[in-house]
Each structure stands twice: as C-alpha cells, then as structure tokens.
C-alpha cells in the first residue's frame, strides 16, 4: 500500500513540473516603454535609442540615421612650421565642438639667413637661438620662457653660446623675456635682442657667468612701448663688459646689474624719463666710465655702491634726489659736477631740479677734492647725514643758497676740508645758520659767517655732530 501511494506522489509531482514548464515557456507579449536616446546623432556619426519591456525587462534598440555632415570653422595656426620644427593647424566643427588636426612637415635641416635682415630664405623666419620657449600672452604677443634641452638634444646642439631673441613667432611680437628665463645658465656668452622687445623680466640672466655681450639697441628703438630692466636681471655676471642700452630704456630695476664686475663703462641714453633703481650698478667694480642721460629724475640707494673704478661723475640737471649711499665706497672719485640748464633759450638763468642729497651718499670717496654745486642752483634743501662722511681729500665745497638743511655729521672726517662757499640771500642780520645738537636738541646756537675757512672748520668739527638749519 505504501508503494502504491509513493508512486502517485511521485506522478502528481513531475506533472506539476510539466505545467510550470509550460507556463515558462510561453512568450511575453511585451510591453515596452517609450525610446530613450542613449547616443545623439551628429556630424558624421549615428545616434542610438533603446526602449525597456516593463514586464520581463527585455531591451530593444535602434540607430539613428546621420543628419548632416561636420561643419568646419576656419583653420587656425598653433605652429608655423620652419626648418627645424613641424607646423600645426585646427579646425573645430561648430556643430558637435570636435577637433581636425593637421601637421605640415619642417621646410628643411638648417635656416639660410641673408645678410641684410637676417630673415631665413627658405621658411622666411627671424633670426632666433634653435630651442628657445615660448609662452603666448594673446592672439598678438608673445614671450620667451627659456630653453627646450629635449630640443636642443634631439638636434645634437651641446653649446648654445648665443641668444638671439626674434621680433616675431608664430606671427606673434616677441615683446618680453619672463623671469628666470637664462639664470644660471653658465654657456650663455651673447644676448642679441631684435625689435618688439619691450621687457627683460627678473632675475632673467641672473648668475649668467661667461656673458660677456649684451645688445639691447638692435631694434629696440623701434618699439613704441618704453623698455624696462626688471630687478637683477643681469645680476652676478660677473664677465659681461659690453652692453648696449636702448634709447627706449623708462625704467632700470633694483640691482639690474649687481656685481657685473668686468662692466668697465656704461652710457645711459634714455630718451624718456628714467630713474636708476636701487643697487642698479652696485659693485661694478671696473666701471670707470658713467655717462647718464640728460632726463634723468633719480639716482637710487647703493645704485653705484663701491664702484671703485669710477673717477668721474657729472649729474644732469634733471635729477631731483641722490639717494642713500648712492656713491657710497666709490674710493677713486674725484670730481662731481651737478650740472644746470638754461631755464628757457637765452634766459641767462640756469638751474637744477636737485633737492636731496641722500644720508652717505658719497661716504668714504676718499679721493674726492672738488664738489660743485655751483650757485646757479634753485632747489638743492638737504644734505643728508654723513653724506661726505670721511671724505678724507675734500677741500673745497660751494653750497646753493636754497640749501636749508644740512644732517649731522654731513662732512665728519673730512680732514683737509678749508674752504667752503655758502651762497646765502643775506637778510639784516647777515649770513646765518641755526645749529643743533643732534643728541640734545636744546643744544642751538647761532652762527655767522665771516670768512670761507671759519665755515669749513664748523662744518667739519666744531660743529660736525650738529644739524644745521637757515631759518
């Protein structure tokens, strides 16, 4: 019995199976979704669609036929080629934003440079150092960011002993060199600029040993925009010994030329209005000649610190200040002149824009003799502290009668001082100064002067710890 009723259980089961089956079996009448774009169609390109069955989750697609073709903009350049490196254009389609490159092979091995403007008769490219970076300021402009050594291995160039900076690249003005650009660079023996350049950035040969040759009026005068030196773009140089400013120089930074100490001469001649900045030629140790432009408006402090080479000097009528230690260590410095200028054509009248001259400006010129600040002067108010400090040869000093101020110990040390001229509007009670302790300033007394060699001996002892003062 018990056989008979495991047989049926067992027959009742596979035949349950049989309908589950069945009902597997039998095919979903889908119902599907509405299409969904999962591709778009665009230029040159099919799109795609797929819609999902919400019973079983089955998935149908379908393409989407193109519409139109890429519309191409114009060309644009991002390389000419040259003879030495590929050229390189792209486009962009307007529609779906995709890019075409196209390359144009380099026109030779070598540039072909004709003599007259250096323009190279195979790709028609400037004159310009193989190798140099670019960065791209605009769509117009341009500046040189230093050297490609990837470059310069891949065409076998080991020594890069000259710069040659291009007016133009890639159809852009080449108007700056950018900071850094060269410092350090110990194989750099000539720099040569063409015309566009309008900035040397700072720091940019800074440390540039075996530079001997910098040539910054080959076209420069050309540009419109002034021409700046930025700070200790040429500092530590220590072998350059030519160089050739622009006319279109404005601006000369702090220690533009530190420690150029084969510098022996150097001819400023700016036609705009130009400051010298600070430490601008300090420790030029060889100068020996220093010709200043005519509008000159301030010397900076330390700006010719210890250059002992320097014998003489002559300051333009133009400028307003000598600034601290301006001079400072120029142990060899004889003469200074401060030049004046005719007030206007056939005036007779003559002045300089001199106001200040700065706190040990002229420090330690132990051969100076002769400082003439000359009568003609207007403006001259201050002679700063220990300006002629240990002038130790000075012996004669002619003084404006605009001067109003001159700091304690002006002319300390300066022994063999004995004549000294103040040229004074006299008013009733004669030639006067008010001189005043510096370290107790209720320490006043009143002088006159009498005689040239009683002025000297105040100016440089009896009185050489005072203030003076015309009130």
Same mark, same amino acid.
């Given at each position: 019995?018990?056989?008979?009723?495991?047989?049926?259980?067992?027959?009742?089961?596979?035949?349950?199976?049989?309908?589950?089956?069945?009902?597997?079996?039998?095919? /979903?009448?889908?119902?599907?979704?509405?299409w969904k774009t999962v591709t778009k169609d665009t230029c040159g390109r099919q799109g795609k669609q797929k819609r999902v069955c919400s019973?079983?989750?089955?998935?149908?697609?379908?393409?989407?036929?193109?519409?139109?073709?890429?519309d191409w903009g114009d060309w644009e350049l991002v390389t000419s080629p040259n003879c030495y490196i590929d050229g390189e254009e792209i486009?962009?389609?307007?529609?779906?934003?995709?890019?075409?490159?196209?390359?144009?092979?380099?026109?030779?091995?070598?540039?072909?440079?004709?003599?007259?403007?250096?323009?190279?008769?195979?790709?028609?490219?400037?004159?310009?150092?193989? %190798?140099?970076?670019?960065?791209?300021?605009? %769509?117009?402009?341009?500046?040189?960011?230093?050297?490609?050594?990837?470059?310069?291995?891949?065409?076998?160039?080991?020594?890069?002993?000259?710069?040659?900076?291009?007016?133009?690249?890639? %159809?852009?003005?080449?108007?700056?060199?950018?900071?850094?650009?060269?410092?350090? +660079?110990?194989?750099?023996?000539?720099?040569?600029?063409?015309?566009?350049?309008?900035?040397?950035?700072?720091?940019?040969?800074?440390?540039?040993?075996?530079?001997?040759?910098?040539?910054?009026?080959?076209?420069?005068?050309?540009?419109?925009?002034?021409?700046?030196?930025?700070?200790?773009?040429?500092?530590?140089?220590?072998?350059?010994?030519?160089?050739?400013?622009?006319?279109?120089?404005?601006?000369? %930074?702090?220690?533009?030329?530190?420690?150029?100490?084969?510098?022996?001469?150097?001819?400023?001649?700016?036609?705009?209005?130009?400051?010298?900045?600070?430490?601008?030629?300090?420790?030029?140790?060889?100068?020996?000649?220093?010709?200043?432009?005519?509008?000159?408006?301030?010397?900076?402090?330390?700006?010719?610190?210890?250059?002992?080479?320097?014998?003489?000097?002559?300051?333009?009528?133009?400028?307003?200040?000598?600034?601290?230690?301006?001079?400072?260590? /120029?142990?060899?410095?004889? +003469?200074?002149?401060?030049?004046?200028?005719?007030?206007?054509?056939?005036?007779?009248?003559?002045?300089?824009?001199?106001?200040?001259?700065?706190?040990?400006?002229?420090?330690? /010129?132990?051969?100076?003799?002769?400082?003439?600040?000359?009568?003609?002067?207007?403006?001259?108010?201050?002679?700063?502290?220990?300006?002629?400090?240990?002038?130790?040869?000075?012996?004669?000093?002619?003084?404006?009668?605009?001067?109003k101020t001159v700091e304690a110990k002006a002319f300390r040390g300066c022994d063999k001082l004995a004549t000294v001229h103040f040229y004074?509007?006299?008013?009733?009670?004669?030639?006067?100064?008010?001189?005043?302790?510096?370290?107790?300033?209720?320490?006043?007394?009143?002088?006159?002067?009498?005689?040239?060699?009683?002025?000297?001996? /105040?100016?440089?002892?009896?009185?050489?710890?005072?203030?003076?003062?015309?009130?």
């Open positions: 019995m018990k056989k008979k009723i495991c047989v049926l259980a067992a027959l009742l089961l596979l035949l349950l199976s049989l309908v589950v089956l069945a009902s597997c079996n039998k095919e /979903c009448e889908h119902t599907f979704g509405e019973e079983c989750g089955a998935e149908e697609t379908k393409t989407i036929k193109i519409t139109k073709d890429h486009r962009t389609c307007t529609v779906c934003g995709e890019e075409d490159t196209e390359i144009t092979p380099r026109l030779g091995g070598e540039h072909v440079y004709n003599e007259n403007d250096k323009i190279c008769e195979i790709c028609y490219e400037a004159m310009a150092t193989v %190798g140099l970076t670019y960065v791209y300021y605009d %769509g117009e402009t341009c500046g040189v960011t230093g050297i490609d050594a990837e470059k310069l291995a891949e065409l076998e160039i080991t020594d890069l002993t000259e710069i040659i900076v291009p007016a133009t690249h890639d %159809g852009r003005k080449v108007i700056a060199i950018e900071a850094g650009a060269f410092a350090g +660079n110990t194989k750099i023996e000539r720099l040569e600029i063409s015309s566009n350049l309008q900035r040397i950035g700072e720091g940019a040969f800074d440390g540039c040993t075996v530079l001997e040759v910098v040539w910054l009026n080959n076209g420069a005068a050309e540009s419109e925009a002034g021409f700046v030196i930025e700070a200790e773009a040429f500092a530590g140089c220590i072998a350059l010994n030519d160089v050739d400013l622009p006319e279109t120089l404005t601006e000369l %930074g702090v220690g533009a030329f530190l420690g150029c100490t084969a510098l022996e001469s150097i001819e400023i001649d700016a036609a705009a209005a130009i400051a010298i900045g600070d430490s601008a030629f300090a420790e030029c140790t060889a100068l020996a000649t220093l010709i200043l432009p005519e509008n000159l408006t301030k010397i900076g402090a330390w700006a010719f610190y210890s250059c002992t080479a320097l014998e003489e000097l002559s300051i333009p009528a133009s400028t307003t200040a000598i600034g601290e230690s301006a001079f400072e260590f /120029c142990i060899n410095l004889k +003469n200074v002149l401060v030049l004046a200028k005719e007030t206007s054509a056939g005036s007779g009248v003559y002045v300089s824009n001199l106001s200040a001259i700065g706190s040990r400006a002229f420090y330690a /010129c132990r051969s100076l003799t002769n400082v003439d600040l000359s009568i003609d002067f207007t403006k001259l108010e201050t002679i700063g502290t220990s300006a002629f400090e240990n002038c130790s040869e000075l012996a004669d000093i002619s003084l404006p009668e605009t001067l004074l509007a006299e008013d009733a009670e004669g030639y006067v100064w008010y001189v005043t302790n510096a370290d107790d300033t209720t320490d006043t007394v009143k002088l006159e002067f009498n005689s040239t060699a009683y002025a000297a001996r /105040c100016l440089k002892d009896t009185y050489v710890n005072y203030i003076w003062t015309q009130k």
